[in-house]
């Protein structure tokens, strides 16, 4: 099995949309999308949940519950039937929508709020933001469209070990056949330069190579089509797997390189580096071997989570589900983005992403489009947890 793990690599239980650090964990980490590959297998400790009152979380009473219960509903059909958090969907079910202060009143009776601690005993973490992006795109190749979303490969192997080594189960190693040897999938450069072997669908074709760069690394984007008729018309695609070599940061590996400062590292940042440097381009993205492969998805609603469950905005929350409950609601405290203003919500822990690894350690949904991709890509704040769970019910036992 180690043999195994060395010659593949590693990448966590995929996420369909999320994320990451996104824009900001091009300086940083991976993104949900681009799993990360660990040294040594998955921490054991898990978070402590201290005893609140309501009183205790800073701005819990200037609104925002009625969005986070309508999010909470949306995952309630894929919570597992045994959970405590299940059982309370039918009593959120009752409450009327859109009004802040009955669900604000009912909350605080049907759930008791714990402070987030580290196994570390830090109550404060890194939360960062991620976001849907709009590319332009079309159904065939031309001119202008050039660029190939890849639907899954047909030669790409998942190997599952959880039921041999159940210490495992938050890895999936991936590679493809050659004969009767399992050997490592094509790198993101193997897969560009030999793009006419590559076994794998083309779902939609579209125009900025930085932009496919990005939306693999936000793990989902909608695809406005701009051919024919269908002009206008808009599709979804989400994450289906990944090559399975780690992910490298490309904002690292600029700024390593001398081409950009940490302050510029930004997804704009690196965009604006990308037009201004076209013949390096393809070099630097090569440097993250990494390679998303998506599915199409219905257009309508947000985009699916790790839960099952159509995102949010404001209100979805990707979490190491390691320490926070998959469709818990979580109190979010922190800053907007390049701000000291109060930025302190409930949200629902829908999403997971491999560079979100620790208990206090949050990446905020801002939604889709250019605006949301403005503030995910400049979020890299501290913040704090309180975990949300039925009263009467003993807590959380994660893995």
Known sequence: MATIVVLLGCAQTPAPAAAPDHATCQTQAPCPACPACPTAKPQ??????????????????????????????????RL?????LRRACVAAASITPGNDAAARTWLQKA???YAVIAPDETSDGLITGYYEPILPGSRTRGARFRHPVHGAPEDLVTVDLTAVAPETRHLRLRGRLEGRRLVPYWSRGEIEARAGELRAPVLVWVEDPVE???????????????????????????????????????????????????EKASMQGIMAWAAANPAKLQEALNFNASYVFFRELPAQGGPIGALGAPLSAGASLAVDPRHIPMGAPVFLATTYPLSAQPLERLMVAQDTGGAIRGAVRGDFYWGSGSEAGLQAGRMRQRGRFWLLWPRGEPLPRLP
Do not use: K, M
């Not at 597992?80 to 405590?84: E, L």
């Open 44 to 77: 054991a400790e898990t978070a402590r949940y201290e005893p609140r009152n309501y009183a205790d979380l800073p701005g819990w009473t200037f609104g925002g519950q009625a969005q986070a219960l309508r999010a909470f509903l949306e995952g309630c059909p």
């Open 80 to 84: 597992p039937q045994a959970s405590p």
């Open 111 to 113: 759930f008791s709020p």
């Open 212 to 262: 496919l760069f990005f939306l693999q690394i936000q793990g989902s984007g909608l695809i406005e089509l701009e051919d024919g008729g269908r002009r206008g018309e808009r599709i979804r695609v989400g994450y289906a797997d990944q090559n399975g070599h780690p992910y490298r940061s490309l904002g690292r590996y600029l700024v390593e390189q001398g081409e950009l400062t940490l």
